[in-house]
């Protein structure tokens, strides 16, 4: 069945999913390879958005990462290994 009404890149499956999960949009992160799936997670405004891949440096994502080997949540946070950075530019210093 159809859950949004909606697809990317209106932020409907963004929204839906926070709500699905009780989490504040603004304290989500979106991990996306899609420069279509980035847009969508803006439009949500969730927190932070993490591109995966080459395609996701042109956007606005606050930081974009090779891939997702090493990743890591712990106490909290998300780890991204520095060595797999393509970008970083946290939302708060646009």
Do not use: F, N
Not at 23 to 43: H, M, Q, T
Not at 57 to 67: E, G, I, P, Y
């Amino acid at each position: 069945p159809i859950d949004v009404a909606s697809g990317k890149p209106a932020p409907d499956c963004y929204l839906l999913a926070a709500s699905k999960i009780a989490c504040g949009i603004g304290d989500a992160i979106v991990l996306e390879d899609s420069p279509v799936g980035i847009r969508a997670a803006r439009a949500a405004r969730v927190g932070h958005v993490v591109g995966i891949g080459s395609r996701a440096l042109d956007s606005d994502a606050d930081v974009v990462t090779q891939d997702l080997h090493g990743l890591r949540w712990w106490q909290g946070r998300l780890g991204i290994p520095g060595s797999s950075l393509l970008k970083c530019e946290p939302s708060g210093s646009k």
